[in-house]
């Protein structure tokens, strides 16, 4: 597969200028020279072009961050979990972080037992929104606690399982891209869940007895 | 509890010149007036004040659309599913739509057996979302959907089951501002879960009996 720049923009959606773009900024490698002011792009540059896309229009992610991330991606270390770490610190939000690990995110994993670092950016994120969580008056309740945990637990065991360990490039990219991209088709799918279960009450546990009023 | 601007300001955090800007806005109801430029304000205030400063900080929603939730909490309906729909269709991220249901997440959801309005914006999401993975060749696999739908799930009986039904404006209040609040938390642990994991693999179907290379 070989094509000029209007094709690849044809075939990715993207505009030629913003392709010309991500050249300049070489978020992009340049095409094969084949004149002095043409050149050819090929399906790498087509995959490039998508995960660009992928990463800033579905995850959001400032044009910055993503270049760190395709140089995490394309200087692809073995998937650590010293990588993993670095991968997960290097994606949005970003979050307050103080010297010392934040004590009740830390309190919380140590409680369920996992091995983090105790660095990690993702201790701050768990911080921060338990802070907010509890600030708004709907402090997160221990059956709510362990709920998410085993979840998040289930959810990660796939993410990991998926991983493909012979190519380690391949490895971080898809624990980079894996991460951000995974994450609104599990919230999307939290919120299809929670109209469901509304819906759908379970026999058990949902009303009170039809107790009018107190 | 009544207190001045001055002390809502360092009770919240909020600098006085945002809170009057709040109080411009209608975003925060007008205290009790005691004199013609001094007003006093309660721990009413001071719970609105928390519960915006989450939505923009952490739930990072725009002014406007944090305008809107509130507007829903204020006029409270009913906690019905049309009620859930309603308040998942006024959140972030703002999405493509198109007028029929989008047709591969609407077969997801049918797969699973999960009944919710064709015209939610969450399965607009969910196509989104699904459109993003296969584009950078990292497709759902049916383990994964597996994973992430029976993880969603547990999250929102948990979710739905915390939902304080006496109380409809309440109720929606929990709704709005738990799927919101409570996404970053779940978005953290999912973090940390892939670092444990990564960390300490279980015994079972992690190594391919160390097959060195094809």
Chains 1, 2 share one sequence.
Do not use: C
Not at 43 to 52: D, F, N, S
Not at 63 to 81: F, H, S
Not at 118 to 128: K, R, V
Request: proline share 9%; aromatic share 4%; no cysteine.
């Amino acid at each position: 597969m070989s094509m000029r720049i209007s094709e690849l923009s044809r075939e990715t959606g993207v505009p030629v200028a913003t392709i010309k773009f991500y050249l300049r900024e070489r978020l992009l490698p340049a095409g094969r020279a084949t004149a002095a002011t043409q050149a050819q792009y090929d399906g790498e540059h087509v995959a490039r072009l998508r995960l660009i896309r992928a990463l800033t229009d579905v995850g959001q992610i400032p044009l910055a961050t993503v270049r760190w991330l395709l140089d995490i991606v394309d200087n692809g270390a073995a998937a650590t979990p010293e990588a993993v770490g670095a991968a997960h610190d290097s994606l949005p939000p970003v979050v307050p972080h103080g010297d010392e690990p934040p004590a009740r995110a830390l309190r919380v994993v140590e409680d369920l037992g996992w091995a983090v670092a105790p660095a990690s950016t993702a201790l701050w994120q768990l911080e921060t929104a338990l802070a907010a969580v509890e600030d708004v008056g709907l402090p997160l309740s221990p059956a709510r606690l362990a709920a998410y945990a085993g979840a998040a637990l289930d959810v990660a065991r796939v993410d990991v399982a998926d991983v493909p360990t012979a190519d380690p490039q391949e490895a971080v990219r898809y624990v980079v891209v894996g991460t951000v991209l995974y994450e609104p088709v599990l919230l999307a799918l939290r919120r299809l869940a929670q109209q469901h279960v509304f819906t759908s009450p379970p026999g058990n546990g949902q009303g009170n007895d039809e107790d009018p009023r107190p």
